[in-house]
T-cell receptor, first 113, second 112 residues
């Protein structure tokens, strides 16, 4: 069935190191993928997205990689800062008789000073 | 711009009580959504709207009703609250179905 999952529920990194958060998806029809950041007590906030016709997209300190062959998505955060501590969600969207967004459960990122 | 706002922020209900959650957006978005977020689970879509006067069921619509009388507002109603509806509710909006969604700060609802 359709699912978006995360390999690790928590990730702990040292401040200044790079972080990599992984996500697997199962719907081959998905053509749009999004990463969200959710800080405690707040709503999800868009970080970066990528369309299925791309395999890499870069933003400010963040990079999303898409591997359609193995249905894998990753978010890389460069020089991780304490302010990056949050839960990160991946989401997939595709048209299957209607647009539907499927959200993963999230990975909690802890940044150690 | 305020973006997406939600009221109230917190609410405690007794089983069987009713309430309405209000969502407002000032981005002139056509699409609006209501999600619930439960521990260890991804956001699940309750209902959504593709424009003023329209609503549609999402993944978990039972026990909820919605209305979109004005483009900027999307109301979520619980007619007879149940403990299983204890959750954090998020409203979101987007320009179109393939565009990023902007989320509100959430409403934490507890049903006793």
């Amino acid at each position: 069935g359709e699912s978006v999952g995360l390999h690790l529920p928590t990730l702990s990194v040292q401040e200044g190191d790079n972080s990599i958060i992984n996500c697997a998806y199962s719907n081959s029809a998905s053509d749009y993928f999004i990463w969200y950041k959710q800080e405690s007590g707040k709503g999800p906030q868009f970080i970066i997205d990528i369309r299925s016709n791309m395999d890499k997209r870069q933003g400010q300190r963040v990079t999303v990689l898409l591997n359609k062959t193995v249905k894998h998505l990753s978010l890389q955060i460069a020089a991780t800062q304490p302010g990056d501590s949050a839960v990160y969600f991946c989401a997939e969207k595709g048209y299957t008789g209607g647009f539907k967004t499927i959200f993963g459960a999230g990975t909690r990122l802890f940044v150690k000073a | 711009n305020a973006g997406v706002t939600q009221t109230p922020k917190f609410r405690v209900l007794k089983t069987g009580q009713s309430m309405t959650l209000l969502c407002a957006q000032d981005m002139n978005h056509e699409y609006m959504y209501w999600y619930r977020q439960d521990p260890g689970m991804g956001l699940r879509l309750i209902h959504y709207s593709v424009g003023e006067g329209t609503t549609a069921k999402g993944e978990v619509p039972d026990g909820y009703n919605v209305s979109r009388l004005k483009k900027q507002n999307f109301l979520l109603g619980l007619e007879s609250a149940a403990p299983s509806q204890t959750s954090v509710y998020f409203c979101a909006s987007s320009y179109g179905p393939g565009n990023e969604q902007f989320f509100g700060p959430g409403t934490r609802l507890t049903v006793l």
